[in-house]
């Protein structure tokens, strides 16, 4: 039952954007976590004394257990809600973070102890984005959700933009170790926060007041007569509808465009930092400084895109806000990545390519925003199976770039992304924005 707000309840902002700002620092945490390997990735390969193919194993090894346990993660989201099970993902995550530190590079199988830890870890931060979105999905309403979800992305340019410096400067100092020391701790002291601050859903908060209450319910479009209140309780303890899900072609293409979007961006997270140090021949500071901007493109590119989905969703319509926008998102970031890999200047190159990240960043949002208002209550599942689409791409692209540059050059391996963002603009022409797993009536702000 719920409780009336407190008297001294802090009210600054409404407590449903305090809390999805606290997702915005898990996220960015989530990914400091992902792409310390990266940043390490020189001095680990020296360590272990293994190639960038062989590199590239331990980089998939991540997504291959983030993949796996999208759609696990999202059913157990469904059964636990948010809050515990991204409070326990952080522990998780954190724990493994530290055991990647303590593998013994010279120990036999070292390198499959170092794959089978990155794996587990993987597999702790599938929950992430899957909770994030079913705390947007209860949370707020549909007409706010683009710049929700923009908030709870903008940590992904935002962790992976102070990576660089932050953890070169551990690195350097310190060792390579102590960077992935620095994570765990920080993961685990933010899963404490999010458990203390954060219920699974508005009702069951006490600091939220009843107009804000009001404005949520209202825009989630829950039916509020009994009967059908008794309907939707149904609908929440109903099994999963697989066959409604797999054979939708909306969310099939959503599927496939976010195949193609993990295909790209894991570029930058998983390659770019080495990149610039060994193809475009920068240090390890300069690569460190340079290697950012394509994480704060990220970060400005995800928050606009979030409010740029809203308004044209409100000011012309959802197939604009929801369907166009990352279709032209996808195919600038296509054009951007043409450009940038065809750029002799290092420094030059750096900010073209920086720009088709962020190009990237500005459809992040609508993945999620479509998926929260087709799926409902079946939100983290669904969610979790687009994205395992997205994980798939990003672990393909981890092992096969540095076999397409090793066979015919860094130009090629971003040819192929161009031509994956192409495809991934054109599936967006195939969603519809209006398409519901459980219809009911819509409610307008």
């Known amino acids: 039952m719920r409780t009336e707000p407190r008297a001294n309840a802090p009210q600054t902002l409404p407590i449903r954007y305090l809390l999805v700002v606290w997702i915005l620092v898990l996220s960015a945490i989530a990914f400091l976590d992902r792409t310390n390997i990266s940043i390490a990735g020189v001095?680990?390969?020296?360590?272990?004394r293994i190639d960038n193919p062989h590199l590239g194993w331990v980089f998939s090894a991540f997504l291959v257990g983030y993949a796996a346990f999208q759609i696990p993660g999202g059913v157990l989201v469904r059964r636990f809600g948010s809050r515990?099970?991204?409070?326990?993902?952080l522990v998780w995550w954190g724990v493994f973070t530290a055991l990647t530190a303590l593998v013994p590079p010279r120990a036999p199988g070292a390198l499959a102890e170092l794959i089978l830890i990155r794996m587990a870890l993987g597999a702790g931060e599938a929950v992430m984005y899957p909770a994030a979105n079913q705390f947007v999905e209860r949370w707020f309403p549909a007409w706010e959700r683009g710049r929700a979800n923009g908030i709870v992305f903008g940590g992904v340019g935002l962790g992976s933009a102070i990576a660089p410096p932050l953890l070169t400067a551990i690195m350097l100092r310190y060792g390579w170790h102590a960077s992935f020391w620095f994570c765990a701790a920080a993961g685990v002291v933010a899963g404490a926060v999010w458990y203390a601050a954060a219920?699974?859903?508005p009702e069951s908060h006490p600091w939220v007041r009843p107009e804000?209450?009001?404005t949520i319910v209202r825009g989630r479009g829950d039916p509020r007569d009994g009967t059908a209140l008794a309907l939707a309780e149904a609908v929440r303890k109903a099994p999963v509808p697989w066959g409604r899900i797999l054979t939708s072609r909306s969310i099939l293409a959503v599927?496939?465009?976010?195949?193609t979007y993990g295909y790209v961006s894991w570029i930058f997270f998983s390659w770019f930092y080495i990149y610039l140090s060994e193809v475009r021949g920068l240090s390890l500071r300069s690569s460190a400084v340079y290697s950012i901007f394509p994480f704060a493109?990220?970060?400005v590119g995800s928050l606009l895109g979030g409010v740029l989905s809203d308004w044209l969703d409100r000011r012309f319509s959802a197939r604009a806000g929801r369907c166009f926008l990352p279709a032209f998102a996808l195919a600038m970031t296509a054009l951007l990545l043409t450009a940038g890999s065809r750029v002799h200047e290092a420094r030059a190159a750096s900010l073209i390519l920086a720009g088709g990240a962020g190009a990237l960043y500005l459809s992040q949002s609508c993945f999620w925003s479509v998926t929260s208002n087709f799926a409902g209550t079946f939100t983290g599942v669904v969610s979790g199976a687009m994205n395992m689409g997205c994980q798939i791409g990003a672990a393909v692209t981890a092992s096969v770039t540095p076999l397409i540059a090793a066979h015919f050059g860094w130009q090629a391996s971003f040819?192929?992304?161009?031509?994956?963002?192409?495809?991934?603009?054109?599936?967006?022409?195939?969603?519809?924005p209006h398409e519901r797993l459980n219809p009911a009536p819509a409610s307008e702000p």
């Open 255 to 259: 599927t496939a465009s976010y195949f």
């Open 199 to 201: 219920r699974n859903t």
């Open 212 to 214: 804000e209450l009001a």
């Open 84 to 89: 515990r099970v991204l409070a326990l993902g």
């Open 43 to 48: 001095k680990i390969g020296q360590d272990f």
């Open 297 to 299: 493109a990220m970060s």
């Open 415 to 432: 040819s192929t992304a161009t031509v994956l963002a192409f495809l991934g603009a054109a599936a967006w022409l195939l969603v519809d």
